[in-house]
């Protein structure tokens, strides 16, 4: 959620779902990377939202937010003004599952020789780095869709 290159997929992501007009199921994995100080803050966070029902929601609160926001704190602030249950949020975040998750999205990024952030797959078709524009994304969701 901090990275540049992520931030920049996400936007032409969203108005690619939008222009293509297809079902469309979007699925996050967390691959923070330590070069982002607040990438790890930011996955638990979306975590914590998603089990609360909340996690596009939170997704689109953590694009939006400045990188230096992206500390606990700060994404706790993010939390609350998406009205999550704080108590759960905070009993969330430090539970155990949510690390193992995160690690369980590193090794699935892993295995599936994921050397770029962001990638993405649609369907079948994959698209690594940030250079995928628009269009191309488009053109891959009407493909998938059929």
Known sequence: FECPFCRAMHA??????????????????????????????????????????????????????????????????LAAGLGLDMARYRQDAADPAIAQRIAADRADAEAAGVRRLPTIYIGRERFDGAGANTAALVASLRRAAV
């Open 12 to 77: 032409r992501l969203v108005d690619a779902v939008a222009q293509a007009q297809v079902p469309t199921r979007v699925v996050r994995k967390m691959v923070p990377l330590s070069m982002h100080k607040g990438a790890l803050a930011a996955a638990i966070a979306w975590c914590c939202a998603e089990r609360q029902g909340k996690g596009d929601a939170m997704a689109e609160a953590l694009i939006a937010a400045k990188p230096e926001q992206l500390t606990p704190e700060g994404c706790a602030q």
